[in-house]
């Protein structure tokens, strides 16, 4: 497996609190990626980065930001989290093609 | 913008018979059309690529530009096939690397 992780694995929060996901590399890939999964919605992009501190939107940004200040880590943020933030995010890594690298994903549970 | 169709969310076979999971797309450009797997307590992982045209775990994939399709076929299923398949396609926006994911199609190989 490429050396890819993610913190934490598992997390429980209440509404309005803030969460902080983290993914952490040691591939030195250039592109990194957020994304969230849903049953019914398969794979959905929220944010990614194509360098330190270049970041761009998916296509479910709301509500989350994104930090890149190092090659290495990719931190996803949620401000105010929400019910409808529960799920399954997944990081993932890549060089210069399509082909990603996953992390084993981390699970967030909104109450 | 770019977008994939996996209109199936389950298919379910017995062992031995062939296998099609649907996989369609648009993008303006040229894309990389990617098949990623998921097994039951793994994190999702590259099965097979358009670009490199080779059979992985007896699995095949055609890129179809007429017709805008990567569907995925495999001519006797296995038990050991039983997963969540994705379908990806890797565009270019804004001169950067984007990859965007169907909505899945769970396989189910009943013995």
């Known amino acids: 497996d490429a050396g890819i992780t993610q913190s934490p694995r598992h997390k429980v929060t209440e509404t309005g609190t803030p969460v902080t996901l983290r993914c952490h590399q040691t591939e030195n890939h250039r592109y990194m990626y957020w994304y969230r999964q849903d049953p019914g919605h398969g794979l959905r992009l929220i944010h990614y980065s194509y360098g330190v501190k270049d970041t761009d939107k998916g296509e479910v940004s709301d509500g989350y930001s994104v930090s890149r200040s190092k090659t290495e880590d990719f931190l996803l943020t949620l401000e105010s989290a929400t019910s409808s933030q529960t799920s399954v995010y997944f990081c993932a890594i890549s060089e210069h093609s399509g082909e990603l690298f996953f992390g084993e994903g981390s699970r967030l549970t909104v109450l | 913008a770019q977008r994939v169709t996996q209109p199936e969310k389950l298919l379910s076979v017995f062992k031995g018979a062939p296998v099609e999971l649907k996989c369609n797309y648009s993008?303006?450009?040229?894309?990389?059309l990617f098949w990623y797997v998921q097994y039951s307590r793994q994190r999702l992982q590259l099965l097979l690529r358009h670009i490199s045209r080779e059979s992985i775990k007896g699995f095949t994939a055609d890129l179809n530009k007429g017709e805008t399709s990567f569907h995925l076929k495999k001519p006797f299923a296995q038990e050991e096939d039983s997963a969540m398949y994705y379908c990806a396609l890797s565009g270019h926006s804004g001169g950067y690397q984007k990859v965007t994911f169907g909505t899945g199609t769970k396989l189910q190989v009943i013995p």
């Open positions: 993008y303006s450009g040229s894309p990389e």
